[in-house]
């Protein structure tokens, strides 16, 4: 895939509208386009086939990518990285993914992107203590990664360290972490009800309201 190329389609594309409310709904924060998830997706579908045919990450088109401005750019990147997962590595961690991770940052690339490196530590048992290290960091966006990496492991859930994560965010005041710790928690429910409610109950004085009732939704 030719960066060029990339841009060339999201422009061909672009709604000033629909960027206009997208923008808005992310507290402008970033610039759009103003393109839909399954168009965006669409224009680039057959180059992440390819991409993941020859087994070959291109760093620097991700990289070029990420710069851009423009929100669909970043989301571009996470497209890319979940589709070749299989040829992460935890190196890629430092060398790559943790400068995506510490820019641009709010929960919409956040989110993909702890599902990027929890894949990673699938394979690698080294991500482990990385997101007890992430747990506690000053920046609230590794500690959410942290807090959600493992989501939809289900039976393969690590708990010692899920515990750990949390327990490491407790009495927190920030919402952003409190509704990780709650949406990791009523993921888990869904695999083991008892090791959740029985969690919440441990550590009820620690865990926010909005902890709790997210993560009660399926008790």
């Known amino acids: 895939m030719i960066y060029q190329e990339l841009i060339h389609q999201f422009e061909q594309q672009a ?123 000053d920046d609230i966006w590794l500690r959410r990664i942290a807090i959600d990496h493992q989501l939809l492991r289900k039976e393969r859930t690590n708990t010692d360290l899920l515990s750990q994560i949390i327990i490491n965010n407790l009495n927190q005041t920030e919402f952003f972490i409190n509704k990780a710790i709650g949406w990791s928690l009523r993921e888990y429910s869904k695999t083991d009800k008892a090791w959740v409610r029985n969690f919440i109950i441990q550590n009820t004085l620690g865990l926010s309201k909005l902890s709790i009732r997210e993560a009660s939704k399926y008790l």
């Open 15 to 137: 709604n000033s509208e629909r960027a206009i409310q997208m923008s808005k709904y992310m507290r402008h924060q970033f610039k759009f386009y103003g393109i839909q998830t399954p168009i965006r997706k669409k224009i680039y579908q057959s180059d992440l086939k390819e991409a993941k045919k020859n087994k070959i990450i291109d760093w620097q088109l991700l990289q070029t990518a990420f710069e851009n401005p423009h929100r669909e750019c970043q989301y571009f990147v996470i497209d890319y990285l979940a589709r070749l997962q299989a040829y992460l590595k935890y190196e890629d961690i430092d060398s790559y993914l943790f400068y995506f991770v510490k820019h641009k940052q709010w929960w919409d690339t956040i989110d993909g992107f702890d599902r990027v490196i929890g894949n990673i530590g699938l394979k690698d048992s080294r991500v482990d203590q990385l997101m007890l290290s992430w747990s506690l960091a």
